[in-house]
């Protein structure tokens, strides 16, 4: 049972553009979410965070948009650069429990020069 | 800071042996995560350890183990290997106990079993 979900495999942008990833979940009781990016034969490396309590988190280029109502967040990269292509995975875990985190199946973005 | 080690980087195995995996935390994380990723299947969750005890599991069966040692490195094990078994093990450190804080990576240990 895939709790959080990503249902775009692939998205392509030009360069300079904004790139803009989803993802949805199922479990009310997440309360915190994050992105990673990931390279081929490379473990995922951490991008950006947002607490349950929040609905924006920024930081330079990303932008993390959480609507706990429609159990939804997005990640919004402006301007899109040709060194953001790679797969991004959304992730969400629970405070108070242990540190299990539960990931999407990802997207693969193309920034094309 | 030196990140999340894991060893080996590559790792090629006969169907029925058994493996064995490492990992070596971020200095002062003492929770550490490991996770199986598969083609079109993500990342899945596979146990954690904080502070040498096995805290919450993952659905795998049960010839996948794990254990940690007082210096927060951290082994896990496969025995009696199935085809389906390759894929990429990564390993994640964290600095807290608890949730709502990010996780480490290590580049990972791709096993394919043949």
């Known amino acids: 049972d895939q709790q959080v979900k990503q249902n775009s495999p692939s998205l392509s942008v030009q360069e300079g553009r904004i790139s803009i990833l989803n993802c949805d979940y199922t479990n009310s009781m997440f309360d915190y979410f994050l992105w990673y990016k990931k390279y081929p034969a490379e473990g995922p490396t951490f991008l950006i965070s947002?607490?349950?309590?929040?609905d924006k988190n920024e930081d330079g280029r990303f932008t993390v948009f959480l609507n706990k109502s429609a159990k939804h967040l997005s990640l919004h990269i402006v301007p899109s650069q040709p060194g953001d292509s790679a797969v991004y995975f959304c992730a969400a875990s629970l405070q108070t429990g242990a540190n299990n985190l539960f990931f999407g199946t990802g997207t693969r973005l193309t920034v094309i020069p | 800071k030196a990140g999340v080690t894991q060893t080996p980087r590559y790792l090629i195995k006969t169907r029925g042996q058994q493996v064995t995996l490492s990992c070596s935390p971020i200095s002062g994380h003492r929770s550490v995560s490991w996770y199986q990723q598969t083609p079109g299947q993500g990342l899945q969750f596979l146990f954690e350890?904080?502070?040498?005890?096995?805290?919450n599991k993952g659905n795998f069966p049960g010839r996948f183990s794990g254990r940690q040692f007082s210096n927060s490195r951290s082994e896990m094990n496969v025995s009696t290997l199935e085809l389906g078994d390759s894929a990429l093990y990564l390993c994640?450190?964290?600095?807290?106990?608890?949730?709502?804080?990010?996780?480490?990576f290590g580049q990972g240990t791709r096993l394919t079993v043949v």
């Open positions: 947002i607490s349950s309590i929040k």
């Open positions: 994640a450190s964290s600095s807290r106990p608890q949730g709502n804080t990010e996780a480490f």
């Open positions: 350890y904080f502070s040498e005890t096995q805290r």
